[in-house]
């Protein structure tokens, strides 16, 4: 657990940072995929995928082709190594991927964190994300929460602006050009969960993941109202990829009055606009019936945390708090199918990381994030706000971090 990073200045300096203090895990996450890419034949087509990435950056993100060159060059590595780890070939590792190495700095151990292998065919991330508005809260304070499922690389925590972009806090796995938690200075917060699988016509390869996605919103968006124009262009460019190979998107906004819910593919979206007290949930399935007809089958994953979650979440209505979020962030009800994800469940994927955020219609010094990254059951809260300054004396006392203290992000 290391001090937060603040990276603000140009695409440049911050590449330069980012190298510097993720050169280590990066570097062994490279080496550990190039490995695999060789011993499955795949190598031409990790690169080859790489430069196609690269192109669709150059025309809708140059800024991050800048940091990502100046963030191999401070790690050792070549740029395409970066791009290749954001767009794999699909079913890359197969039944083979092996994480790396976890050290726990209280007992001074290596911790295996898959205690079984398992194996399921194209696998996306498997997130539960929700939020509550107005009165549903205890607090009468928009609560943002997103539990994140994927595979079990090191994850990394940051506060984060550009030149010429909106500042945000965000969280994501080391060498995800993209984010899978944000909340930004204009006070809304994101999250973004695969969608269904979709039907093959419906879905674009080698452009924008959905992680990508949510980095390109926070940094252009200071609105709600901008979140659909901008991925209505993405859409009619062709940059819009997906959640994974062959599966679509679905995003999750809040600010402190309303809630957006995005489902979409590569060609088409559908939204839904929550507003008063309302509560809502998602889990990797298209929910809205526009998106029905291109969408595949969903997984009985997917539709068992979805019905688990929204039971949860909506008993909680006019008393839903932080330690609420919490709760349902480590539930195991559904088990191997839970909103929190055990390595030993056998899906190759852990819970990751979580995030709750409150969003204040009052004083927005009360605007703020709880992140848990790397392991959730290794790593105190962090709390961050989106203009890195802690809100008021109850998080100053910590009296926050004592709703978290027996927090575990997975049983």
């Known amino acids: 657990m290391g001090e937060p990073v603040f990276l603000v200045g140009s695409a440049s300096e911050i590449g330069v940072l980012l190298g510097q203090h993720q050169q280590q895990v990066l570097s062994e996450r490279v080496a550990r995929t190039l490995a695999h890419a060789g011993k499955s034949s795949q190598t031409a087509a990790f690169y080859e995928r790489a430069e196609r990435l690269g192109a669709a950056l150059e025309s809708i993100a140059p800024h991050w082709l800048e940091e990502t060159r100046a963030l191999a060059n401070a790690a050792g590595l070549d740029v395409r190594q970066i791009l290749a780890l954001n767009c794999l070939p699909p079913d890359f590792w197969g039944k083979e991927y092996v994480p790396p190495p976890l050290f726990n700095a209280q007992s001074g151990e290596l911790v295996s964190a898959f205690e079984a292998q398992g ?3 194209l696998m996306g991330g498997d997130c539960t994300s929700f939020f509550a508005l107005g009165e549903s809260t205890i607090s009468g304070e928009t609560l943002f929460h997103k539990n994140r499922e994927e595979r079990d690389e090191v994850q990394c925590l940051y506060i984060k602006q550009n030149d010429g972009c909106f500042r945000y806090i965000a969280g994501n796995d080391i060498g ?3 984010i899978a938690h944000v909340h930004t200075e204009n006070y809304w917060a994101g999250a973004n ?4 699988p979709v039907v093959p016509q419906e879905y674009e390869d080698c452009v924008l993941t959905d992680c990508h996605v949510l980095r390109y919103l926070a940094e252009r968006c200071e609105s709600l109202d901008d979140i659909i124009p901008a991925l209505d262009d993405l859409i009619s460019r062709n940059l819009l990829g997906g959640g994974g190979y062959g599966f679509g998107m679905i995003f ?3 600010d402190a009055s309303r809630g957006l819910i995005v489902e979409c593919t590569s060609r088409r979206l559908a939204h839904r606009w929550h507003e008063g007290n309302e509560m809502a949930v998602r889990s990797n399935h298209f929910v809205l019936p526009e998106m029905q007809e291109f969408a595949l089958p969903p997984r009985p994953g997917s539709v068992l945390r979805y019905e688990r979650a929204l039971e949860l ?5 006019g008393h839903a708090g932080i330690s609420t979020c919490g709760e349902i962030a480590r539930d195991r009800e559904t088990m191997p199918h839970a909103i929190a994800r055990n390595p030993s469940d056998g899906w190759q994927s852990a819970t990751v990381s979580t995030s709750t955020t409150t969003i204040s219609p009052h004083d927005d010094r009360r605007c703020s994030t709880h992140f ?3 392991h959730p059951s290794y790593t ?3 709390i961050f706000t ?3 300054r802690v809100s008021d004396a109850d998080l100053l006392s910590g009296a926050h971090n004592q709703e978290w203290r027996f927090y575990r992000g997975w049983a």
């Open 252 to 254: 999750l906004f809040a």
């Open 193 to 196: 969960n695969t969608g269904s």
């Open 313 to 317: 979440w909506q008993a909680a209505e």
């Open 372 to 374: 848990r990254n790397c």
């Open 119 to 121: 194996y399921e065919p």
């Open 176 to 178: 995800n050009i993209g």
């Open 380 to 382: 105190p809260a962090v």
């Open 386 to 388: 989106p203009l890195d």
